[in-house]
């Protein structure tokens, strides 16, 4: 059973998010974090397999929690979502941070269980 994390400062968003993974993929492990201080903590103790992490989020943000979880657990997969970035931009930090994907918070709903699975797959974790 594959374990995901997501990670938004918008409660909001983290809700959605889990009722979109929850109905599409029930066998999913779920959980949340509210920032990147919470998601570096969560993933020291339950290692998710992927992280669903906004870039832009008050205190540490996406890109600075990501350094720090490839450190702890590189074998976890990234997909950096956000509003606030273009594709091309989020390409950049992705290749920066050197794992996963980016998924623009509009296309969530198309793309993102897709992406997971990839990534999923990409590790060789059944999806």
Known sequence: MP?????DDQKFVRDALRDLLAAKEPYWELSEAA????AV???RRTTPEVVVLDI???GMGGVAAAYEIQAIAPETKIVFISTHYTVG????????V????????ADTARLLIPTIKRLLEEAGQPA
């Open 3 to 7: 374990r995901v994390l997501i990670v």
């Open 35 to 38: 920032n990147g201080h919470e």
């Open 41 to 43: 903590d969560l993933v």
């Open 56 to 58: 832009v989020m008050d």
């Open 89 to 96: 931009e989020a390409s950049i930090i992705t290749h920066l």
């Open 98 to 105: 050197g794992t996963g994907a980016f998924v623009q918070k």
